[in-house]
Each structure stands twice: as C-alpha cells, then as structure tokens.
C-alpha cells in the first residue's frame, strides 16, 4: 500500500495496470540486475574465473533482493547499482567477490533497461491486438450504417459509422507494426566496459575469446547486442521507442477527442459507457461528462512532451558518455509506458462498451444530409444536359434558404424545394430527386473499405 502522506506519483496507484508497473518497479529492474551479474558469472566460468560453487550460490540468492539494506548502503556511498552489488555480495559471502568482474555499471544496467523495454513493448503489443480486435468487431456492425460526415466541424456529407472507426483501426495498425519492429530490433549494450572497447574483459579472458564471450551473454540474456556501443547504448533507441509511443498517443488522442465531440448532446451519436452510480458532476447532477476519453486526451499529451527529452539525451550524450540523462530515464522511460498501458487500458474499456445512438445519428442526418444531395443533383442535371454552373447557382440559392429553416429549429425543407423547381425539374423528375435523396446510396466506397481494413487487421493479427 502506498504511504500516501508523501507524494506518490499517480502512475504508482492510480493509472496503468499491476503488470505494467512490476515490469518498471524498482525490485523487477534489482532482480533483472542480479540475472545479468549471473549471466555474467556463467560466461566467465569457462575461464577459470568462477566456480561451480561459486556461480551455485549466485544463483541460490538471485531472488532475495534486500531493498532496505541496499538503500541503507547507497545512502552511505551514493550509487544505486553499487549498493546493489555489495548488498548481493553480503549474500554470497563466496561468491561475492566474483561479481562484477570487467564490468562497468552500464554493462549491468543499459541491458537490464533494454529487457525491461522489452518487456513492456510486449505488453504494450499485447493490448494494443486486443483493441483492434475491439475495434475490427465495431466495424463489422457498423460497416453500412450511415452517419454524418464533418469537415471543418461543419456538416459535410454522409461516410458510415464503420468508416469512421476504419481510419482509427488503420493509424492503429500502422502503430502496431512500427512497434513491433522496434520490439523486434531492441539491442543491449553488451558487456564492452567503461568506454565500450571490452578492454578490461579482454585482459581477463584474451582479446581472442572476447567475440565469443559477448555472444555467449547475448544468448544468456536472449538479447542482441549493439556492435558498437560507448559506455551505454544508443541513446537514440530510447528516443525511437518513446516516439512510436506518442506515435501510439497521438493515434489514441484523436479518437477519443472525436469520441468527445460526438458525444456532446447537439450530436449525441455516440458516448462512452457510464456507469449507474457515476457521478457526472459535483454541482450539476445531470451531467455525463466523457471523463474516460478526457483522461486519454490529457494523458496523451502529457506523452507528447517525451521525446523532447529522450531527443536531448540522444544528442548532447558527449563523447563516451554523460550522465545528464540518468536522473530524467528514471522517468520518461518508465512513464512513457505507464502512460500508454493506461491510454489502451482506458480506450479498450470506451470501445467494448461503445454506446450508438441510431435515432440521434438519425436526427442528424434528417437535419444535414438532405446539403449533400446537392452535389448528387447537380451531376445527375448535368448529364442531363443542364449548365453546370447555373444549376450550382439554383442549388446555393435553395441550400441558403433551406438552411435558414434548420437554424430556425424548423425540418429540412431543401428536398422539397428541388422537387418543385421548374427549372430544376425540366431536368429531373421529382421521383429523380426523391432516388437520390436516399443518403444510404451515397457512400461510396466506405462500406467496402470499412470490412477491407477489419480484414486485413484480422489476417495481420493472425484472426
């Protein structure tokens, strides 16, 4: 249970899931660490330099990481990862003074971050596939059913609901294979020592076997290692990873700030669930805020702002090495994570129990759709011989007039007023124009292309 007379940050208790904040948890990333000290210790043993005896015990004390007698230790010498070695040492009363041999921090420290990236990518994967799959299932239902489209949030003309979410699930799947080949291409490290030479391993184990005994911890830790790396890796790996993340962020972002837009009563198509004892409002009790599309919103942009400083740190990390990025890794790794597990989490939760509201979708295509008719009328006039212009002209005319009814309150009348048009008429018949007033009939492609993308979601997930 948190202390909660001390700051805690929300991502501890508040967003994300269990899993996704053991995998950055302070005791995961200590176990992870004494996993590559072990690994290590197996690599060396081939030389002479640990026993059987020795690595045994190791491995006999690799869970029982001792968090109070490290901290104990770090407050006295002031380096996290040392106090860990001496507190595992302490242990190991044999094997102790085995650990870390040739080592620098970063050999035990960048490939333990690179699994653990590894790790939450995985996770990330994992629920991003689940959302699609959510999500090619609304499509499935709503591939036909008209709705009104909007450009430059004014009413435009009709697309169907299942379109509308097939642009959401496309920028979805486009995150979902850029992640996973950033999952597929994470790389640690290695073990190269304080400037990335290898220098102090080769002088223990011969410059010969260096190759060799890289690949074998590579194989130990079933991570790839960079061919080249100073005292850490790439710093430009963080920046690509957290930027796909607001990559994913940005994706998520617009849905749920359309969610929000078309869940305010003059549209009232579509809302997230609610539940029937929610509170909406501390004053107004009638309220039903779209709290869980706000929260993806804020928290997205919050994401937004981390590649800036994973950026920073990839391009003013000098020569071999500073350390001007620890402090801030401590953060925006983990939190880029904990941000977008909550993102998914949350908009799984909105799309699962997606409220549509037929008869509002309804409302409003009886109140817009009849403008987009126009268009429809206007070509059908024209091959049949009518002026393109002028009839664009006589089109305006019955529009303006026609929306000056709507804002009144009052029904659309524009269909009626084409119908009784002489001069429109000569043209097309009133029965012309009541066929393609029928908007079902004027959704061109988006029906097809709505159940194409859920399948192509489908065959790349594996569905």
């Given at each position: 249970m948190a202390?909660?007379?001390?700051y ?34 197996r690599?060396?043993?081939p ?45 190991c ?42 999500l090619?299932?609304?499509i ?12 430059h ?7 169907t ?15 979902w ?21 290898g ?21 130990e ?11 850490t ?29 078309l ?6 198509e ?44 990839a ?52 109140i817009?759709?009849?403008f ?23 089109l ?68």
């Open positions: 202390d909660h007379t001390q805690q940050s929300p991502f501890s208790w508040r967003y994300a899931s269990p899993e996704m904040r053991s995998i950055w948890s302070e005791i995961h990333k200590r176990q992870l660490w004494r996993q590559a000290w072990i690994a290590l210790a690599a060396q043993q030389f002479g330099l640990v026993s059987q005896e020795q690595l045994a015990e190791l491995e006999a004390h690799a869970g029982q990481v001792d968090l109070p007698r490290a901290l104990e230790i770090e407050a006295e010498i002031h380096h996290d990862l040392m106090a860990e070695l001496k507190t595992f040492a302490e242990q009363p044999t094997a102790g003074g085995i650990l870390h041999m040739g080592a620098t921090s970063m050999d035990i420290e960048d490939n333990v971050d690179a699994l653990r990236l590894g790790q939450a990518l995985d996770l990330v994967l994992l629920r991003l596939g689940s959302l699609l799959s959510v090619v299932d609304q499935d239902q709503t591939a036909n059913l008209p709705v009104m489209a909007f450009t949030l004014q009413p435009a003309e009709p697309t609901l299942g379109y509308r979410l097939a642009s959401y699930t496309q920028d979805l799947l486009e995150d294979q850029v992640l996973g080949g950033l999952r597929a291409s994470i790389r640690g490290k290695g073990f190269k020592g304080a400037v990335g030479t220098a102090a391993y080769a002088d223990l184990l011969g410059l010969q076997n260096f190759a060799a005994f890289e690949e074998h911890l590579s194989k830790l079933n991570l790839p290692f960079y061919v080249v790396s100073t005292q890796y790439p710093r430009k790996q963080d920046y690509q990873i957290i930027s796909a993340l607001a990559g994913l962020g940005a994706s998520l972002h617009k849905l749920a700030f359309d969610l929000r837009l869940q305010s009563p003059p549209v009232g579509l809302s997230e669930p609610f539940g029937s004892r929610q509170v909406g409002s501390s004053a107004m009790p009638f309220k039903r805020n779209p709290i869980n599309a706000e929260k993806i919103d804020s928290l997205a942009r919050f994401l937004a702002a981390l590649p800036e400083v994973a950026w920073h740190n391009a003013n990390s000098l020569l071999e090495r500073t350390l001007d990025d620890s402090a801030n890794r401590r953060s925006i790794l983990p939190e880029s994570f904990l941000i977008i597990d909550e993102l998914l989490i949350t908009s799984h939760q909105i799309l699962k129990g997606l409220n549509i509201n037929r008869d509002a979708i309804k409302r409003n295509l009886a817009y759709a009849p987009a008719v126009t268009e429809r009328v206007m070509m059908a006039a024209a091959r049949g011989g009518a002026d393109r212009q002028e009839m664009h002209e006589r305006r005319e019955h529009a303006m007039a026609a929306w000056q009814e709507v804002q009144a309150g009052r029904p659309n009348p524009l269909i009626a007023y084409l119908k009784t048009d002489t001069w429109i008429t000569t043209y097309l018949s009133p029965e012309q124009i009541e066929f393609l007033a029928n908007i079902g009939a004027y959704t061109g492609i988006a029906p097809q292309r709505a159940r194409e993308t859920a399948e192509r979601v489908r065959s790349k997930l594996g569905k």
